[in-house]
């Protein structure tokens, strides 16, 4: 787009959007002083301070040069100008504003990363009161934690809760899940690399590692990380920098490392599949969360969490669970944990008609819940009642108090059931 008139700079901003501007610097007869190209420099520059703008004038000097990229402009062109190097400038012009561009799709990818709205730990058996407490002792510290449990009992949600409570809350919380990425993109993803690194790198792109710089990196998976990997990642952790792919010269990197794993990472040290080194970096504090199963009333309390908010979601009125339906959770052992019990329930309040839901409202429930990881197929509440209270004394070592807790009934109604077997 072309203009003789700079009055309508404003309009040409609003409607093109144009990557880079050429600005004379002087529009009225016999005025060579550069004045109407600054006043509009500062205008355009008030407007969009990322604009790109290339001052040009056929009265040059280094003074005005000087003055106009002080004043903001990206570069300056004496006319009349050779035409390799005006295209070589707006080359250079259109390179600077992709990379702006760059900054600040990161800029807002972070800010929705460390802004992202995450639910609230919901519990308050024994095992999670431990947690509570452990999580407010290390987030204000700078030590690394490995956070160690079953798929779907909420390793990310912890890792986040400490990253919010930590002096690094106002900075990235970066997240990378390692298990899903191939072991040809790892180097890549957690550390970067050059232009040209590799055929497909057409332009350079920073790790996760470089992005988490003053805030905290999430790993997820790491046992899932390969020796060589593993080595890397040692290496920035221990030196605080990092090698991005193609690249020779370090870069600086503050990072706090939040780490888990579903995998008994000590047997893989053991193995040799996991360096020793490298796990004494990683868990100067270890969390271990407890499964589902082992947390009693939780069950209930996460229920009615998931209730509320799949009502507001697909606007429901389910207002809760019959008491067979509430037993039956209870039996249930919850092989994919908080994950799970969110994913039925949101299934169930979609599909439901009622204002209460019931055991047919739960597929897994109908098909009885997993002993040992079979199902079976009874059906008798009795009997169900039964196996529940058995397997609760199980996994509590016969402890009557801890069984009834698992069971969200009191130690003397325990009692009694026992005494009517």
Known sequence: MVSTTPESIPRFLTEFAPDIILLDMNFSKNISSGKEGFFWLNALLKRDPDAIVIMMTAYA????????????????IPKPWENDKLLATIH????????????????????????????????????????YRL????????????ILGENGTGKDLIARTIHNHSPRRNNPFVTIDLGSISETLFESELFGHEKGAFTDAKKEKQGRIEVASGGTLFLDEIGNL???????????????????????????????FITATNTDIHKAVENGSFRQDLLYRINTIEIHLPALRQRGNDILLLTHYFLEKFNRKYGKNVTGLTNETQQLLMAYSWPGNVRELQNVLER???????????????????????????LTDILNLEKLEEQAIEKALALCGGNLNKAASLLGISRFALYRKLNKK
């Open 348 to 374: 169930a309040v979609i599909l439901s008609s009622d204002t209460f839901l019931h055991a047919d409202d739960f597929t897994i429930l109908t098909m009885h819940p997993k002993n040992n990881g079979r």
């Open 61 to 76: 000097d280094t003074a005005k040069a000087v003055q106009a990229i002080k004043a903001g402009a990206t570069d300056f």
């Open 92 to 131: 250079a012009a259109l390179q600077l504003k992709n990379s702006r561009r760059e900054i600040h799709t990161l800029k807002n990818q972070i800010s929705a990363l460390t802004q992202e709205p995450f639910a609230p730990i919901i519990g308050e058996s024994k095992e999670i009161q431990k947690i």
């Open 226 to 256: 390969s020796l060589p990997m593993q080595a890397k990642l040692l290496t920035a952790i221990e030196k605080k920098n990092i090698t991005r792919l193609g690249a020779v010269k370090n870069r600086s990197v503050d990072v706090r």
């Open 135 to 146: 999580v407010e002792k290390i987030s204000d510290t700078k030590t690394n934690i490995l």
